[in-house]
């Protein structure tokens, strides 16, 4: 095995080509340790054969400052995946996202600027605004009028089934 990674590090270098760790911006690093996380996971996922499970990496730069990465409690991936709490809070910013027109894009920046680490992720707002949609199916008005309008056949089959259901 090892003979075969030598032959492979040969054929392909294997080598960062990018800046140093320390010679970027902290939100580039940020980025770095995220796409390490994830590619250190999949690289020792045969430790959990041998019964062990990972808990943590730490790394130390160039400067001396040592790097953590936490697999313990790891955040939600999915919007269901959250708590009730952390549901209603981005349920409350995409009420607010819709109140004042603001779009997906602009949501997105402003997690990205400086104060935008407390907000939730914006594709978490995403999925909550895709699973909100699929409660209530509006389409537009038709022709050159602009409006919005329930889907008639939806709503008549969402209350038959909730009628049947009740009554089961």
């Known amino acids: 095995m090892s003979q075969y990674v030598e032959k492979l590090e040969k ?11 320390t010679e970027v911006h902290e939100k580039q690093q940020q980025r770095k340790l995220g796409e390490l996380k994830t590619k250190a996971e999949r690289a020792l996922w045969f430790a959990e054969t041998f019964g062990l499970r990972l808990s943590s990496l730490e790394f130390l730069d160039h400067s001396g400052k040592t790097h953590n990465i936490n697999y313990q409690g790891q955040g939600a991936k999915s919007f269901k995946e959250l708590s009730k709490e952390d549901q209603d809070k981005i349920k409350e910013i995409v009420y607010l996202t819709d109140k004042f027109c603001i779009g997906e894009a602009a949501y997105r920046e402003l997690t990205l600027a400086c104060g935008g680490e407390s907000l ?43 009628l049947v259901s009740n009554s089961v």
């Open 11 to 21: 054929i392909e270098k294997l080598e960062n080509t990018g800046k140093k760790f």
């Open 120 to 162: 939730p992720r914006s594709y978490l707002v995403r999925q909550s605004k895709n699973q909100l949609n699929e409660l209530v199916h509006i389409r537009r008005t038709p022709g050159t009028a602009e409006g919005a309008q329930l889907d008639f056949e939806s709503e008549l089959q969402n209350t038959i089934r909730k």
